[in-house]
């Protein structure tokens, strides 16, 4: 090996450890930054009521259409 190609070998080793630090670095930095997540609220016993009166009624509105369409 002559003088150029260790000096390209140097240069290509020390590019790689520098992307490797700024990766690791990037990647802690944004790992111990973020919040933990936050959990979901529960729906409130009302709310669950509503969704399902909601969902009934569509169902029934949905089932007196097809029996218009069908006769």
Avoid: Y
């Amino acid at each position: 090996m002559n003088g150029s190609e260790s000096e390209v070998l140097h240069r290509v080793t020390l590019g790689v450890v520098l992307c490797g630090l700024l990766i690791s670095g990037l990647a802690m930095i944004t790992g111990c930054s973020s919040e933990p997540p936050k959990t979901m609220q529960q729906p409130t016993s009302e709310q669950v009521r509503g969704n399902a009166d909601r969902s009934f009624d569509k169902l029934k509105q949905e089932e007196r259409e097809r029996k218009t369409i069908g006769q």
